[in-house]
T-cell receptor, first 113, second 114 residues
């Protein structure tokens, strides 16, 4: 699986937009980009997944440039409850492949009042 | 609530004890996973089951023994553990093995080995 690099931590204030960028320079053609969120003492929770350009859902947006060597998770108007660790994962999607999520250290987002 | 439950939520055991962790998913998924999360370390995938068959075993010590009697239940049997095995053990499930299939995680079992 493609190795990912993301900041260890970020700070923000309530109401701000937060952008977390992940680098995946050796992403393969059939790799997808997936983001998970984890609160303390809980399991990770899927946020969003994309392949290219932009994906948006009710929680976040995911921006992927044309070369796909990085991606940016955008959280609009964060609140205190968005304080969590955010993981960027990259992996292939093809029939028969084992869904092996390789989690890195993630980005700890701390939202201040 | 993710549709994946784990029991117990907390477990303290001695190195000579035998205990089991239980995971149940109510989502109709056919793949289930065990992960280990130690303090200040990334999640580590331990085992993957698809349709009750083990498809992945990431060099996990034999003192951890998984069991998947049906597609809704997954167990992790623990025997003669070491203090360094203390961690949060997470179970997850997904509709299929393809990475496009979102994994749903349970709340985890916090294990302490004395």
């Amino acid at each position: 699986l493609a190795k990912t690099t993301q900041p260890i931590s970020m700070d923000s204030y309530e109401g701000q937009e937060v952008n977390i960028t992940c680098s995946h320079n050796n992403i393969a053609t059939n790799d997808y980009i997936t983001w998970y969120q984890q609160f303390p003492s809980q399991g990770p929770r899927f946020i969003i997944q994309g392949y290219k350009t932009k994906v948006t859902n009710e929680v976040a947006s995911l921006f992927i440039p044309a070369d796909r060597k990085s991606s940016t998770l955008s959280l609009p108007r964060v609140s205190l409850s968005d304080t969590a660790v955010y993981y960027c994962l990259v992996g292939p999607s093809y029939g028969g492949a084992t869904n092996k999520l390789i989690f890195g250290t993630g980005t700890l987002l701390a939202v201040q009042p | 609530e993710t549709g994946v439950t784990q029991t117990p939520r907390h477990l303290v055991m001695g190195m000579t004890n035998k205990k089991s962790l239980k995971c149940e998913q109510h989502l109709g998924h056919n793949a289930m996973y065990w992960y280990k999360q130690s303090a200040k370390k990334p999640l580590e995938l331990m085992f993957v089951y698809s349709l009750e068959e083990r498809v992945e075993n990431n060099s996990v010590p034999s003192r951890f023994s998984p069991e998947c009697p049906n597609s809704s239940h997954l167990f992790l049997h623990l025997h003669t553990l070491q203090p360094e095995d203390s961690a949060l053990y997470l179970c997850a499930s997904s509709q299929g093995l393809d990475i496009n299939n979102e994994q749903f995680f349970g709340p985890g079992t916090r294990l302490t080995v004395l």
